[in-house]
């Protein structure tokens, strides 16, 4: 099993322009996320996703678009990147049968938005 | 709303020193999990914890979940240098399909 693996690694945008970023899991987990990280910020919930067709926002939303068409794929775009949104972006699964089931977090997407 | 915060942001110490961090919350917990990053790595899950006042250990790793279940923290006793990363923990968050809300993480630097 390749576990979570996310899809580029590293991306050099400029402001305006726009981006998917790809996030599979080979684990048939029910429930994904994205989070972004930011020095000394730990790690905050963009959208979260509890099975396929169905998304949801989570801390930090704005500014970005999530599609689960299929269980085992989660995206996040951006329509129109702005600096703000240079950070390390990491997408998470769990199987979503109990409160207290782990998540597993892909390598992560280092985006920079110049 | 819910928030996760954990001190210190940043150790440094010898190798063979212990280290602790610590981890608060505004609201009780049903659990806490806590995770390891390493340099330029993703968080890897390291431990849960679930009961009132539980305690586990992991070879030099001791966690502890505090009584109200609204704390918790982490210590290893004599560092190694293989220690170095970053150490978060995390609660889940309230209505938002069992996402965590993780403390801001603390840095630790394991000199030799």
């Known amino acids: 099993n390749a576990g979570v693996t996310q899809t580029p690694k590293f991306r050099v945008l400029k402001t305006g322009q726009s981006m998917t970023l790809l996030c599979a899991q080979d684990?048939?987990?029910?429930?994904m996320y994205w989070y972004r990280q930011d020095p000394g910020m730990g790690l905050r919930l963009i959208h979260y996703?509890?099975?396929?067709?169905?998304?949801a926002k989570g801390e930090v939303p704005d500014g970005y678009n999530v599609s689960r068409l299929k269980k085992q794929n989660f995206l996040l775009g951006l329509e129109s990147a702005a600096p703000s949104q240079t950070s390390v972006y990491f997408c998470?699964?769990?199987?979503?049968?109990?409160?207290?089931?782990?998540?597993?977090f892909g390598p992560g997407t280092r985006l920079t938005v110049l | 709303g819910q928030q996760v915060m954990q001190i210190p942001q940043y150790q440094h110490v010898q190798e063979g020193e212990d280290f602790t961090t610590y981890c608060n919350s505004s609201t009780t917990l049903s659990n806490i999990q806590w995770y390891k990053q390493r340099p330029g790595g993703h968080p890897v899950f390291l431990i849960q914890l679930v009961k009132s006042g539980e305690v586990k250990k992991q070879k030099r790793l001791t966690f502890q979940f505090g009584e109200a279940k609204k704390n918790s923290s982490l210590h290893i006793t004599a560092t190694q240098t293989t220690d170095v990363g970053t150490y978060f923990c995390a609660g889940p968050r309230s209505n938002s399909g069992y996402a965590l809300n993780f403390g801001k993480g603390t840095s630790l630097l394991v000199t030799p």
């Open positions: 684990m048939n987990h029910e429930y």
């Open positions: 998470a699964s769990r199987t979503g049968f109990t409160g207290t089931d782990t998540q597993y």
């Open positions: 996703s509890v099975g396929e067709g169905t998304t």
